[in-house]
Structures are given as C-alpha cells and as structure tokens.
C-alpha cells in the first residue's frame, strides 16, 4: 500500500515538473513572439506626411524710358538729346555755354516699373560724387507694376569740359 | 553511408537551407514594402486644402502631385507655393486631412528642413496658426494655436499641439498656416527664394 502511494506522488509530481516547465517556455516564446509582432506593428502602422513649402521674393526691375530736360539757370547755347537703346534710353548728351557757375538744371526722368512688385526711388547715387551734386527733387510715393512715373531730378556742376557721368536711381520696394 | 555520400548529403542540405532563407527573407521584404507603400493610415482632402488669404500682389496656390489626366496620385504629399512675396505680405493655407485608416492614430512629432538659398528670407519669415480636430462636418475642437514664431519652432509647436491626442477613424485635421514676412525692405534682396519640408509622422494611437 505505501509503495503504491510512493509511485503516485511521484508520478504526479513529475508530471507537474513537465508540465511547469512546458508552460513557462511556451508563455515565454509567445510573449517573445508578441512583443516582436508589437515592434513590428507598430514599425509598420506609421506614416510620414509631406508638406512642402516654396516662398521666393518679388523681382525689382525698372527701365529709364526718356529723359527730359525741364528748366535749369540762365545760359547762352545748350543742346540736349537722348541716345535710345530700343524703347531704353542708353546716354543723355548735353552741351551748355554759360557764365553761371554752379550751373543748376532739372531732369526729369520717365521711368517704368516692369517688375513684380510696387517700388518707390529712395535716391540718387553718381559715380563722380566730389565733383556733380545730384538731388531727387520729386519723387512718387509708389510705382505700381506696369505703371510709368517722372521722376525729376537735380544735377548742379561747376566749370567743366567734356565732363562724363553716370547716375544710378535706387529703388525698393513700396511699403505702406 | 560512407564519408563522400555524407559531404554530399551535407552540402545538399546547407544549400537548400540557404535557398530557403533567401526565399523567406525576400518574401518578408516584399510583404512589408507591399505594407508601407499601398496602405495609407491619413490622407489629404485635397478639395479642402486651399489659400484662405494672401496680401495683394502675391502669387500662392497649394498643389499636389498629379498625372497626365489630371488626377492626383498622391494624397500625402502637398506643396504650399507663394511667389512674389515681398516684406510685409503673408498668405494663410489651410491643410486638411482625413484618418482613412481602422486605427486610432496620433502625431508621434514632426520634423522640418529647411533649403534656403538666402538666410535673410529665412529669418524673416514667421508662422502663425492653428490646429482643429472635426469629430464630425461643424462639431470641432480647437487643439491649439500658434502666434509668430520662427520656421526652426514650427515643428516643435506643432508636436506638441498635437502629440498624444486621439485622432478617431474617420476624423479630420485642419492646420491653418499663417506665413508673413516681417516689415523690413532693407534687409529684402530680390531674386531670393527658400523652401522647407514639414513632416508630420503619424502613428498608431497607443493610449
């Protein structure tokens, strides 16, 4: 009777032996197995997403169409003419005998805003400054695109012969 | 058996073994391309995707990839164009999108690259806007807004904004995006022109 009960303890437990160790590595190689399936998942359930943005800025550009002589001092002979480029004047040519000295004159100059965006003239630049004074005299507040403007300018020299110069107008963009 | 018929067993049972790996991993690949190319989880509502408002002058339109006939073939791609801009304009675009998935999804963060030619145009743009969750066509939420920050905080704004809120199957996103350029001609230069590439990420909702 003891031997029996012996050899069925024993079986059981033995039993119990297996089947614990089957069940601790089967639940370990699920868990491994899902939690691979979860990286995996959630590797795979992501989207990325495009938004893409371009920006570039308005194009400045203006075109002198004439210059026109509008007064100046007294003088004794002066011939003014303008040598075009196409529809761009390329140089002014001007020849003034006088006794006034600084001799003072205004310019108007026609000019067209062909670029994209409003502009308006902040000055006047020359490449001889010590010896030309150049002054915006008038200028408009805003030169919308496609619209042409005047803008008049004064030019002042003393005594001078066979005198070249260039004049640069600067223009921004028209705020406001 | 003897030893030459053993080798030849062996190689034999190493090259199959290799076929077969080979086979498996190139079938596991091409599952998992097959997964992430075709299914999408959001998409764009191109119809509702559009400039709410520009400055006068300005030039700005929103575009997608489309083909030959005009269709889109790509709705997780948008491209937010403006042109002749100029200190002081801004455009407003609104972006929406739609979950087409059957899961939970949420935003895991966004990033952003920025292309500039010009740094000048890049430190003078700013952002400002706002993020809204439609439960259904006029019930939404407000997630969060935005007010004048630089391009390099967008995408941190936006990721926390959005970062671990549920966004249900079927529900859609608005982003309004307010881009201006700050007031100062002198620092403007013509013939400039930058882009950037915001990336949102989206994931499964996990809560």
Not at chain 2, 84 to 99: E, M, P, Q
């Amino acid at each position: 009777m003891m031997t029996k009960r012996y050899f069925k303890k024993r079986k059981i437990r033995g039993k119990r032996k297996i089947g614990g160790l089957l069940r601790v590595g089967t639940i370990s190689i699920i868990l491994i197995a899902a939690f691979s399936l979860l990286g995996l998942t959630y590797a795979s359930w992501s989207q990325s997403f495009s938004i893409f943005g371009s920006t570039s800025t308005g194009e400045i550009n203006v075109v002198v169409r004439n210059v026109l002589f509008e007064s100046s001092d007294s003088y004794n002979a002066l011939s003014f003419d303008v040598d075009m480029m196409g529809n761009i004047v390329d140089q002014v040519n001007m020849d003034v005998e006088t006794n006034t000295s600084p001799f003072n004159m205004i310019l108007v100059f026609i000019v067209e805003n062909t670029g994209t965006i409003p502009i308006v003239c902040d000055g006047i630049d020359t490449n001889v400054p010590g010896s030309l004074q150049v002054q915006l005299v008038d200028t408009p507040a805003s030169i919308d695109v496609g619209q042409i403007a005047s803008i008049r300018v004064g030019i002042s020299k003393g005594y001078c012969e066979g005198f070249e110069f260039s004049t640069f107008l600067r223009f921004v963009q028209a705020t406001g | 058996m003897n030893v030459r018929s053993k080798k030849l067993l062996i190689i034999s049972v190493t090259c199959l073994i290799i076929v077969g790996l080979s086979y498996s991993i190139a079938l596991g690949q091409e599952l998992k391309d097959n997964y992430t190319n075709n299914v999408f989880l959001i998409e764009l509502i191109p119809e509702e995707c559009k400039v709410l408002d520009m400055s006068e002058g300005v030039s700005a339109s929103v575009e997608f990839i489309r083909d030959e006939f005009g269709n889109i073939v790509d709705k997780t791609f948008i491209h937010l164009l403006a042109e002749n801009i100029y200190a002081g304009a801004s455009v407003t675009y609104a972006i929406a999108l739609r979950n087409i998935s059957s899961l939970a999804l949420s935003v895991d963060h966004y990033t952003i690259s920025i292309d500039g030619g010009s740094n000048s145009l890049e430190d003078l743009i700013r952002f400002s806007g706002s993020v809204k969750i439609y439960r259904s066509e006029s019930e939404y939420d407000v997630l969060g807004s935005f007010s004048n920050i630089r391009i390099d905080e967008l995408a941190q704004n936006l990721t926390n904004i959005m970062k671990y809120r549920k966004i249900d199957i079927t529900e859609k996103i608005v982003i309004e995006l307010e881009q201006f350029f700050e007031n100062s001609s002198v620092r403007f230069k013509q013939d400039e022109g930058f882009s950037y590439k915001l990336v949102p990420v989206f994931i499964q909702y996990f809560p």
